[in-house]
């Protein structure tokens, strides 16, 4: 879940079918085959972030937390699209680090919370065997 809901546009090649998984098992990065069904469901969220991350620089926001050291070797990697989280959270925080206000990324109970709801509606249209 954290190895989701931590990507970044970046790390999703939708022309090669693969996501880099960054700090996975191991603390290790692999690449991950990205199934050609998904594409377009990431090519959308893909546009919402891009749009979102548009408004937000527009306002004097849209700053991204990023990895140690690399604000210091990237200045303007923090407010570039590519560093922005694929699935951004829907407020900012402050990043410890350098406190600044930074867009994270979604938090993990969100997700499971949306799962745990879609699986009690799908439970909803079945009958008893």
């Known amino acids: 879940l954290m190895e989701c809901v931590s990507l970044r546009i970046k790390d999703v090649d939708l022309d090669r079918h693969q996501v ?64 922005q989280y694929l699935f951004p959270a829907s407020r900012p925080c402050i990043d410890p680090a350098t406190g600044r206000m930074v867009l994270h990324h979604i938090h993990e109970t969100a997700v499971q919370k949306a799962v745990q709801q879609a699986a009690r509606h799908a439970g909803e249209g079945r009958s008893a065997w």
């Open 20 to 83: 880099l998984v960054r700090g996975g098992k191991g603390n290790k990065d692999r690449a991950a085959l990205l199934p050609v069904r998904a594409r377009e469901a990431l090519r959308a969220q893909i546009a919402h972030t891009a749009e979102r991350h548009r408004r937000e620089l527009a306002a004097g926001r849209g700053e991204v937390d990023l990895p140690h050291a690399q604000r210091e070797k990237m200045p303007h990697a923090a407010t570039s699209l590519e560093w």
